[in-house]
T-cell receptor, first 115, second 112 residues
Framework: NAGVTQTPKFRVLKTGQSMTLLCAQD?????MYWYRQDPGMGLRLIHY???????AKGEVPDGYNVSRLKKQNFLLGLESAAPSQTSVYFC??????????????FGPGTRLTVL | KQEVTQIPAALSVPEGENLVLNCSFT??????LQWFRQDPGKGLTSLLL???SQREQTSGRLNASLDKSSGRSTLYIAASQPGDSATYLC???????????WGAGTKLIIKP
């Protein structure tokens, strides 16, 4: 049981390049999230998914796209990277709505630098 | 708009001390509040979750309290140890949706 894993752990891009971050979870969770974390700020939600085949925008969705083709995977894409997207990206998952299981489980993060 | 603030941004204390971390939020209409721990280069780990109807939750040396009316939560750490060194974040879930609103965290250093 690996929990939530993220690939890659580190990446350096040049402005305008594209890339995809992969998040995988083996807990059969319905909900998955992509956050970014910047120095001195709380985590900000980029996009999320409430189930296979569904996605929705979070607080800061511009410049990112996501896909949830399989329940266990949630992909975050940057079509044309910008220096403002330099950040640490976290993926999280959680079970369906359940008062006792509202906790989100986090991956280790991907540190992305855009030059 | 809900805003979550954690003060101080950093805290350094000698080993063995009891300490309190603070979290404040501007809108009392919350479903629950969570405290997380973040170690460098690692993801976040949930420590305690307090439902809106609860006043506190305890886990080992950790105790979290919630005062919805005043928009405050505290995380009390008893008998601190160097292994407690980490960044502690609080997050609130509003009544209106499933999205968490996060504080920026308090970086805690416990000196041996």
């Amino acid at each position: 049981n690996a929990g939530v894993t993220q690939t890659p752990k580190f990446r350096v891009l040049k402005t305008g390049q594209s890339m995809t971050l992969l998040c995988a979870q083996d807990m059969n969770h319905e909900y998955m999230y992509w956050y970014r974390q910047d120095p001195g700020m709380g985590l900000r939600l980029i996009h999320y998914s409430v189930g296979e085949g569904t996605t929705a925008k979070g607080e800061v969705p511009d410049g990112y796209n996501v896909s949830r083709l399989k329940k266990q995977n949630f992909l975050l894409g940057l079509e044309s990277a910008a220096p403002s997207q330099t950040s640490v990206y976290f993926c999280a998952s959680r079970p369906p709505r359940d008062r006792a299981s509202d906790t989100q489980y986090f991956g280790p993060g991907t540190r992305l630098t855009v030059l | 708009k809900q805003e979550v603030t954690q003060i101080p941004a950093a805290l350094s204390v000698p080993e063995g001390e009891n300490l309190v971390l603070n979290c404040s939020f501007t809108d009392s209409a919350i479903y629950n509040l969570q405290w997380f721990r973040q170690d460098p280069g690692k993801g976040l780990t949930s420590l305690l979750l307090i439902q809106s109807s609860q006043r506190e939750q305890t886990s080992g040396r950790l105790n979290a309290s919630l005062d919805k009316s005043s928009g405050r939560s505290t995380l009390y750490i008893a008998a601190s140890q160097p292994g407690d060194s980490a960044t502690y974040l609080c997050a609130v879930r509003p009544d209106s949706n499933y999205q968490l609103i996060w504080g920026a965290g308090t970086k805690l250093i416990i000196k041996p």
